[in-house]
Nanobody, 115 residues
Framework: VQLVESGGGLVQPGGSLRVSCVGSGFAFSSFLMSWYRQGPGKERELVARISSGGGSTNYADSVKGRFTISRDNAKNTVYLQMNSLKPEDTAVYYC?????????WGQGTQVTVSS
């Protein structure tokens, strides 16, 4: 089982970035997929999640209206489009796949918002 995130980097405040996560070794289309993040000195928090079919999404209040989660089950990929980025969005972003007792994590990708 693997979850591999990509697309992180350095972006200026107000900018945009899209991070991706490709899953392999499990039935990707059956899993709830989520993005979490952990900022410096902070606990890991849920950012957004999307149902297995993509029809239902949920967001943390801090990112509503700025971030969009989506998935392409044909490509075993989940995306997080991040717009109007703020310095407080700086964190390592982790991909998570969950189904009943199965719970998988990626290694994370760093997103830094700074001028």
């Amino acid at each position: 089982v693997q979850l591999v995130e990509s697309g992180g980097g350095l972006v200026q405040p107000g900018g945009s970035l899209r991070v991706s996560c490709v899953g392999s070794g499990f039935a990707f289309s059956s899993f709830l997929m989520s993005w979490y993040r952990q900022g410096p000195g902070k606990e890991r928090e849920l950012v957004a999640r999307i149902s297995s079919g993509g029809g239902s999404t949920n967001y943390a209040d801090s990112v509503k209206g700025r971030f969009t989660i989506s998935r392409d089950n044909a490509k075993n990929t989940v995306y997080l489009q991040m717009n109007s980025l703020k310095p407080e969005d700086t964190a390592v972003y982790y991909c998570n796949a969950k189904l009943i007792r199965y719970d998988y994590w990626g290694q994370g990708t760093q997103v830094t918002v700074s001028s």
